[in-house]
């Protein structure tokens, strides 16, 4: 059974930085792509960043290029969400998800395509 637990959130004020962790078990992870997910309230859920296999092809959501990086760590079968310069609009409840594919560069922000989901962490970011 794939578990995905996040770590990593908490209440920081605007221009602060926080690094999410999520670490992987229960499966393989270097088949896994990777993605952070996030809900604001009344929002629906998006994709902010997508990681493939091979740890070199991301995607990000246009409001976070620049300030957000995505990495993996293979060894330790964890997904890091560096978030840098965060603004009271990245306020949200944020999730790690998985899904497993063939392919080393593949990569998606559909998230019905993800299969596993963590619990969330919350991060609020007050201005």
């Known amino acids: 059974q794939v578990q995905l637990v996040e770590s990593g959130g908490g209440l920081v004020q605007a221009g602060d930085s926080l690094k999410l962790s999520c670490v992987h078990s229960?499966?393989?992870?270097?088949?896994?792509?990777m993605g952070w997910f996030r809900q604001a309230p009344g929002k629906d859920r998006e994709a902010v960043a997508t990681?493939?296999?091979?740890?070199?092809?991301?995607n990000y959501e246009d409001s976070v290029t620049g300030r957000f990086i995505i990495t993996r760590d293979n060894a330790k079968n964890t997904v890091y969400l560096q978030m840098l310069n965060l603004k009271p609009e990245d306020t949200a409840v944020y999730y790690c998800?998985?899904?497993?594919?063939?392919?080393?560069?593949?990569?998606?922000?559909?998230?019905?395509?993800?299969?596993?989901w963590g619990q969330g962490t919350q991060v609020t970011v007050s201005s």
């Open positions: 990681i493939a296999r091979s740890g070199t092809h991301t």
């Open positions: 229960g499966g393989t992870f270097v088949l896994a792509v």
């Open positions: 998800a998985a899904l497993y594919s063939a392919h080393f560069d593949y990569t998606s922000t559909t998230e019905a395509e993800y299969v596993y």
